[in-house]
């Protein structure tokens, strides 16, 4: 495969960049690194390294050149972020995913894979969450995600192009920045124990979350981009 990753720079992004190059695939990242790291990315004979910003249809274009698959992982990542700015947060996860989404039709990929979200289910009305879930978001990040799936789904429908969107869970492993406000819990206790220092356990202690480990999915993304599937909707 030529693959196109966007926000391969990043926390996901660079686990699925290594992960085609370990399997012989040629890589193409395009990134704005704006909260992706260029020190994520080892220099590889098989990577190409194209930084520009995915609301930029020229850029999004010229890193579609000659790309045969498509990974999808560019985006304003921050719940919160998308709360207090919501036209910036739909700017980088509809219109930048939209851009990517047509340049990849216009070139005729053969698999279109995009990083939906959990997100999209908000407080699910039952346990376990399956793709037959309740979509409800609370936050516009939320949002923005299951309006990715309708386009994923639409486009599928009115111009035959393979899309696949995978809701991820709360992802952790190396890479992740612990430092950040709204960094997973796995990664804030980690790093707490590394530096001995005490962990903070909010509310009563008994609440769940879901949790999958980077390098599985970088392993599921390859998976979508190489096998079958559809897009839930
Ligand atoms: N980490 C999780 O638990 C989780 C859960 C569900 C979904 N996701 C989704 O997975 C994807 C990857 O997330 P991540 O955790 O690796 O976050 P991340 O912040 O490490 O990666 C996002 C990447 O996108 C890049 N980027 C942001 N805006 C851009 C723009 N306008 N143009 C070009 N590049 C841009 C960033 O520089 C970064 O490299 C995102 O779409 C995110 O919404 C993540």
């Known amino acids: 495969m030529r ?10 992004g660079s ?17 704005d690194f704006s909260s992706g790291q260029r020190a994520n990315l080892a220099p590889h ?3 190409r390294i194209i930084a520009g910003d995915i609301r930029d249809p020229a850029a999004v274009q010229q890193a579609m050149t000659g790309i045969t698959h498509v990974m999808h992982l560019a985006a304003q990542v921050f719940v ?3 709360i207090a700015e919501p036209v910036h947060s739909a700017s980088i996860n509809v219109t930048g995913f939209l851009n990517v989404l047509d340049a990849a039709r216009r070139v005729q990929v053969k698999r279109f894979v995009y990083a939906s979200s959990a997100a999209v289910y908000g407080i ?5 969450v399956d793709e037959a879930s309740l979509v409800m978001p609370l936050s516009p990040y939320g949002l923005e995600k299951a309006i990715n799936d309708r386009y994923g789904a639409l486009f599928k429908d009115l111009y035959g192009i393979s899309t696949l969107g995978l809701r991820y869970f709360n992802v952790y492993g190396p890479r992740q920045d612990p430092r ?5 819990v796995i990664s804030k206790f ?10 903070t356990v909010f509310g009563d ?20 981009l190489r096998g079958g599937g559809r897009t839930v909707s």
């Open 15 to 31: 686990h699925t960049v290594d992960a085609l190059l370990a399997a012989g695939d040629e890589v193409s990242v395009l990134d």
């Open 45 to 47: 004979a098989k990577l």
């Open 124 to 128: 699910p009305e039952r346990l376990p």
């Open 3 to 12: 693959v196109l990753v966007t926000g391969g720079g990043g926390f996901i």
């Open 80 to 82: 919160p972020a998308s």
């Open 180 to 184: 950040s406000a709204y960094s997973g």
């Open 190 to 199: 980690a790093d707490c124990a590394r530096a001995n220092q005490p962990v």
């Open 205 to 224: 202690g008994l609440q769940t979350r879901d949790f999958i480990y980077v390098g599985d999915v970088a392993c599921a993304n390859v998976a979508a």
